[in-house]
């Protein structure tokens, strides 16, 4: 993450946090499954199809397959637009945010939980570098994993605080489920309108730094 500059290191602190809200008020709607972590409900699927639970088995493939389906959708509008043109990925996951809010508000749960979890795809596309992912904000086991490794590295004489950024992913994750939850077990699905606003109003901000700078 060194390559990137101050601000997308917060930017990307940010998206973490809104991926943290979302992935917390899916999984209470959902019961246990997760609308941004794969691996968690990679682990369901495994343990629904030894356990004979072939519902909780089919649910958890069918978040996997929306959620590659939206990496797909976020990868295309970054080929797009431009990969430096971060804007318009993060315009994209936030009208998907907003159509999920309106459709489970109108009683479409399923319409409008797939679109979170499409969001959710989408949103590892706003640093595409090359085709290829260059931070990812939905799941923290790499970033832990590079924090425990530049630890080590500065205990052995190498860059002091080159971990701070990935620590920084995690924590931006962990206290977006915290207010997630928070705001789902007072507001229900109301909640959701909330992360919509904030990827919206990180949208603007890009576009308009994007402008200036271009």
Do not use: C
């Not at 990137?4 to 930017?11: E, G, I, K, Q, S």
């Not at 968690?40 to 030894?50: F, M």
């Not at 089919?58 to 990969?83: K, M, P």
């Not at 080590?152 to 701070?164: C, K, P, S, V």
């Amino acid at each position: 993450m060194k390559d990137y500059r101050h601000r997308d290191v917060a930017l990307a602190a940010a998206l973490s946090g809104v991926a943290g809200y979302v992935d917390a008020i899916g999984f209470l709607k959902l019961g246990g499954f997760f609308v941004s972590f794969m691996s968690g409900n990679s682990t369901r699927l495994g343990v629904g199809i030894a356990t004979g639970h072939l519902s909780a088995a089919v649910t958890a493939l069918s978040l996997i397959a929306l959620f590659v389906g939206g990496v797909v959708l976020g990868a295309l509008a970054a080929r797009l637009a431009g990969e430096e043109r971060r804007a318009v990925v993060m315009a994209f996951e936030a009208l998907l945010l907003a159509g999920a809010a309106a459709l489970i508000m109108a009683g479409f749960d399923s319409a409008g939980v797939a679109a979170m979890v499409l969001a959710m795809g989408a949103e590892n596309a706003v640093f595409q570098r090359n085709g290829d992912v260059g931070v990812g904000l939905t799941y923290m086991t790499g970033a832990l994993v590079k924090a425990g490794q530049r630890i080590a590295a500065a205990l052995t004489g190498g860059d002091r605080w080159a971990w701070g950024p990935y620590a920084l992913l995690w924590a931006g994750l962990t206290v977006g489920g915290a207010l997630g939850a928070a705001a789902y077990l007072k507001f229900g699905i109301l909640a959701l309108w909330g992360a919509a606003a904030i990827v919206a109003t990180l949208a603007l901000a890009r576009y308009l730094e994007e402008r200036l700078l271009g």
